[in-house]
């Protein structure tokens, strides 16, 4: 008879354990996911806050609260996010409630290159980086006739210069 009971209270607790899963499961597939925060990593240039990452994912039609949880892809997010020029990385997740949390580090402007038919800035990387209408750096400006096989040793260069506290305070513009 104690064997029968102890066999009894197992096998409840499965299926209660099983029924438990199955309804949360249920529960999550149907959760509709929504925007929580936007954080924005330290940073001493001001190229993007949240407004203009909202701005951006509305024109790119991401509406938060039309996507179920089950079908929400973080990775895709991220992909979409670290396409704007001014993002670095983008870091996506969300939590079972569905609250969706983006972190994003955004890039760092070097140098500013200013020639006679383009202006744009290079990056940590030594990229091409679109102006900002909403910031502008105090950087190293370089003008002439500057083509984009030029931006590694243009980069190279500012560099050195950067790196340089007295060389730093001397330069503000180089003509190329």
């Given amino acids: 008879m104690k064997k029968i009971l102890i066999i009894f209270k197992w096998g409840l607790a499965i ?3 099983v029924l438990m899963l199955s309804f949360t499961n249920q529960r999550q597939e149907n959760q509709f996911i929504s925007l929580n925060d936007i954080t924005l990593k330290k940073s001493n240039d001001n190229f993007i806050n949240k407004k203009i990452v909202l701005e951006y994912l509305e024109e790119k039609e991401i509406t938060f609260d039309s996507i179920q949880l ?10 979409l996010i670290e396409l704007h020029p001014a993002v670095k990385s983008a870091e996506v ?5 569905g609250k969706v949390n983006i972190e994003l580090e955004q ?3 070097v140098v500013r290159i ?5 202006d744009y800035y290079l990056d940590e990387f030594a990229n091409k980086m679109q102006l900002s209408s909403n910031y502008t750096p105090r950087l190293l400006v370089v003008t002439g006739d500057v083509n984009e096989e030029d931006h590694q040793s243009i ?3 500012v560099m050195e ?3 340089s506290e007295f060389w730093n305070a001397q330069f503000t513009q180089i003509h190329f």
């Fill in 70 to 79: 089950s079908k929400f892809k973080k990775e895709n997010l991220e992909n």
């Fill in 93 to 97: 997740y969300s939590d079972q409630k």
């Fill in 114 to 118: 200013k020639s006679k038919y383009s």
């Fill in 161 to 163: 210069i950067n790196n």
């Fill in 15 to 17: 299926v209660i354990l």
């Fill in 107 to 109: 890039k760092r402007a």
């Fill in 155 to 157: 980069f190279d260069f």
